[in-house]
């Protein structure tokens, strides 16, 4: 399975961004997939993340962005989604998504797939 990230830019404080994940070679029904970021000097981190379509859909979202980052699928375009809101300087990085087996996964190490990440700059 081979990943894309896009969407990324540069944002003023407060705007919004629609980060999507496509991929080709396989469909994304099937996988967990992740939204990481990863700002300089820093560790990949979980941003949100949701379980294969062909089990409960459970979804995760990392506390700093709860309430302002939604993850969502769309299957019949075999895409997957991060709809970003109210941003802040501090949600600055490289955000890539990652595709891993069905269940609910948090953890970079246990993702398979990953994409070549979008860059996301949040000005102050």
């Known amino acids: 399975v081979q990943l894309q990230a896009s969407g990324g830019g540069l944002v003023q404080t407060g705007g919004s961004l629609r980060l999507s994940c496509t991929a080709s070679?396989?469909?994304?029904?099937?996988?967990?997939i992740g939204w990481f970021r990863q700002a300089p000097g820093k560790e990949r981190e979980a941003v949100s993340c949701?379980?294969?379509?062909?089990?409960?859909?459970?979804?995760f979202t990392a506390d700093p962005v709860k309430g302002r980052f939604t993850i969502s699928r769309d299957n019949a375009k075999n895409m997957v989604y991060l709809q970003m809101n109210s941003l802040k300087p501090e949600d600055t990085g490289v955000y890539y998504c990652?595709?891993?087996?069905?269940?609910?996964?948090?953890?970079?190490?246990?993702?398979?797939?990953w994409g070549q990440g979008t860059q996301v700059t949040v000005s102050s």
């Open positions: 070679g396989g469909t994304l029904r099937y996988y967990a």
């Open positions: 949701i379980s294969s379509s062909d089990t409960d859909g459970s979804t």
């Open positions: 990652a595709a891993g087996i069905s269940v609910l996964r948090t953890r970079a190490s246990e993702y398979d797939y």
